[in-house]
């Protein structure tokens, strides 16, 4: 068993500016709306950087923006980015230019094209230069991603960023990635803490089925998308419950979360 | 940091299917690298190549996993009787404490270049199923699904870092009561994407590659697969061990490397405070050495700075090029192989060493005694990562 505790989060999606919004929704009787997604500008970047930078890099440094907000000490921290399709426009773009004569591939687009792209202009908005890990776990991204930053904060003694965010496909993949919302949450993990917003428990099982939420809207967000798993976890912190949640993690294997509110 | 002994392992690249291949071209000199004659590309470039993959379809249970990528992993965990160590370890901790750490940079993503240039006006064939192919994690669930595992699993993707970080993670889930043992490993093959993607960014050499040369210009890409199952030692274990390891970031520049190699040294630094030991303790640098003018530079100013000029150095990408987000796996097997068999490996086409550049740099095998060895991979994004192995726990 891991324990650790969640001291600050961060989240992104449509009709959602941020984590006291959906902390708002999450603990009140109405479902889920929907809406426009808040303009992805996250301020760490020079404008020059941001020009280069796409929306599946804004909404990770986004909700990574959030959750460290007034936090001093960013640029010691760890991170984990997890996403299971990473920036697949860029792929697109990349897999149709490889399609054209001349196979004219973008620079800047192939560096961006890396797994690690968000995390790389997170280290430099933050100035962070300690290590940093990018992963993907198809539908247990989100999981994945706890897991590893939970592992390295409790083993390294160190307080860890996790970021987990997706952007649905361009047309070309739309059927064949089972993405259809744009989400991002973050949250900064600490074995101990001084003023944790909840305190978690790890255990993997091969039994059961993943937590679902009760109202149909906000379940179907939470099944838009591999981040969107996180939302069961946020709505226990939201209204201060305690809870056993179970998350998707591998085939075959589940990630028990037991949270308790502080 | 507690050691971990390193028990079994394996790799397959363009010098050949198994450990004995990579060591025979290490000891003479034998380099992988071939023109580039891959389907569907022309350019001007070398390639560290692993042959007939074309011809392995991966069949049966495994069959919807089947890609480039993926038939490389399974040719890589073939070889060296990897296998029937993965099944003693299964009756030795149960296939759920046998956690998998796998990098890959590109993943299946050369099946997803084919369904874009096959597509038509319904868009991409049916039959794409990236998922089981291109998706980073596909490389995981794979290792996991043949090996029978069903622990804990992780997919690694840090461009060129990726296989060297999945050490690390090992190490902490196992230190963290997650697993027992940890196989783990790097797999990255041949596409379009990165052949296509470094030359538009003018890092891709039309010759052999000659890290750390005068003449320098750009890097080959290569292929390849390794793997290795890490345990926590027993008395009496005389297999090599992880040492130490450092991870760190850049911060500085998404596609070129701090100048003075800042995150570099930072990582190695750290590597050897978890190893307890001194710069004057490591005996061989296997440098990331990728051949570009800029990296190189780089990590010459990183190591110089940390070690001075003495430490032997050798960048081994002239063998096997540069396999991408299998070059951690790569290149710590060879540091492993090196351990074993007292070998200090040249640096292969490094004719005239840059007079800029000051790393003592191996230009002929030597026969040595070797006790510590430090490997480095750093990626795009600035990320980077070193590692320590030891001769013993």
């Avoid at chain 1, 202009?121 to 230069?129: D, K, L, T, V």
């Avoid at chain 2, 800042?262 to 061989?284: C, K, N, P, S, V």
């Avoid at chain 2, 096997?320 to 074993?340: D, K, R």
Wanted: hydrophobic residues 35%; glycine residues 10%; negative net charge.
């Amino acid at each position: 068993m891991i324990s650790l505790s969640i001291e600050k989060i961060g989240v992104v999606a449509q009709g959602i500016n941020n984590w006291p919004e959906a902390s708002a929704l999450l603990q009140g009787e109405d479902d889920y709306q929907g809406g426009e997604l808040p303009p992805l500008k996250p301020s760490m970047l020079k404008p020059n950087e941001r020009r280069r930078t796409t929306r599946t890099i804004k909404i990770a440094l986004q909700a990574a923006e959030e959750a460290l907000q007034g936090f001093t000490g960013s640029e010691s921290l760890a991170s984990v980015f997890s996403s299971s399709e990473g920036d697949l426009d860029i792929i697109d773009q990349i897999c149709l230019a490889l399609t054209e004569e001349g196979r004219p591939v973008s620079p800047t687009q192939f560096h961006n094209s890396v797994h690690n792209a968000p995390a790389g202009y997170w280290s430099i908005g933050a100035g962070a230069r300690q290590g940093s890990s990018s992963l993907g776990g198809l539908n247990g991204s989100f999981a994945a991603g706890l897991m590893e930053a939970a592992v390295q904060s409790v083993v390294e003694q160190i307080p860890v960023l996790l970021v987990c965010y997706d952007q649905p496909p361009p047309e070309l993949l739309k059927s064949f990635m089972p993405i259809t919302e744009p989400f991002a949450v973050a949250m900064l993990l600490n074995g101990e803490s001084d003023s944790p917003l909840a305190r978690l428990n790890l255990n993997t099982r091969t039994d059961g089925s993943e937590s679902q939420l009760s109202k149909p809207a906000l379940e179907k967000l939470r099944q838009s998308a591999p981040s969107t798993r996180s939302l069961p976890m946020l709505q226990a912190i939201a209204r201060h419950q305690s809870a056993e949640i179970t998350l998707p993690y591998l085939p075959g294997l589940n990630l028990q979360v037991e949270l308790q509110p502080c | 940091m507690t050691p971990l002994s390193i028990t079994h392992f394996t790799l397959t690249n363009a010098l050949g299917c198994g450990k004995q291949a990579s060591l025979e071209a290490l000891r003479t000199g034998r380099s992988g690298l071939q023109p580039c004659d891959l389907e569907n590309v022309d350019l001007a470039t070398w390639i560290g190549r692993v042959d007939d993959l074309e011809e392995m379809p991966l069949e049966g249970r495994l069959a919807d996993y089947d890609c480039r990528n993926n038939r490389l992993a399974q040719l890589g965990l073939q070889q060296d009787d990897f296998l029937p160590a993965v099944e003693q370890a299964v009756q030795r901790y149960g296939a759920d404490r046998i956690g998998v750490f796998i990098g890959t940079s590109t993943s299946g993503i050369a099946t997803t270049e084919a369904a874009y240039r096959t597509r038509d006006d319904r868009g991409l064939p049916a039959e794409f199923t990236p998922r089981f192919t291109h998706n980073i994690a596909s490389s995981s669930h794979f290792v996991r699904h043949s090996l029978g595992l069903n622990g804990a699993a992780i997919a690694i993707s840090t461009a060129c870092s990726s296989s060297a970080k999945v050490f690390a993670a090992a190490y902490r889930y196992i230190m963290a009561g997650v697993c027992d043992a940890a196989i783990v490993g790097g797999v990255d093959s041949l596409c379009l994407t990165t052949l296509y993607g470094f030359n538009a960014l003018d890092l891709v050499s039309a010759e052999p590659c000659r890290p750390w040369d005068a003449q320098r210009n750009g890097i080959n890409i290569g292929e390849g697969a390794g793997f290795a199952l890490l345990e926590k030692p027993q008395s009496g274990d005389s297999c090599p061990s992880l040492i130490g390891y450092g991870e760190s970031s850049d911060a500085h520049h998404m596609s070129t490397p701090h100048p003075e190699g800042a995150g570099a040294r930072h990582a190695m630094q750290q590597a050897l405070q978890r190893a307890a030991l001194e710069t004057a303790d490591i005996d061989y640098i296997n440098l990331h050495g990728t051949a570009t003018r800029s990296n190189d530079a780089s990590e010459d100013s990183a190591v110089c700075g940390l070690f001075g000029d003495q430490t032997p150095c050798s960048s081994t990408k002239g063998f096997t090029g540069h396999t991408l987000g299998a070059a951690g796996i790569t290149e710590s097997i060879f540091a492993l192989l090196c351990l074993q068999n007292g070998l200090l490996p040249q640096s292969l086409q490094t004719r005239q060493q840059d007079e800029t550049l000051n790393a003592n740099i191996v230009l002929d095998p030597q026969q040595r005694e070797l006790r510590h060895v430090l490997s480095n991979s750093f990626g795009f994004g600035g990320n980077n990562c070193s590692l320590i192995f030891g001769a013993t726990a």
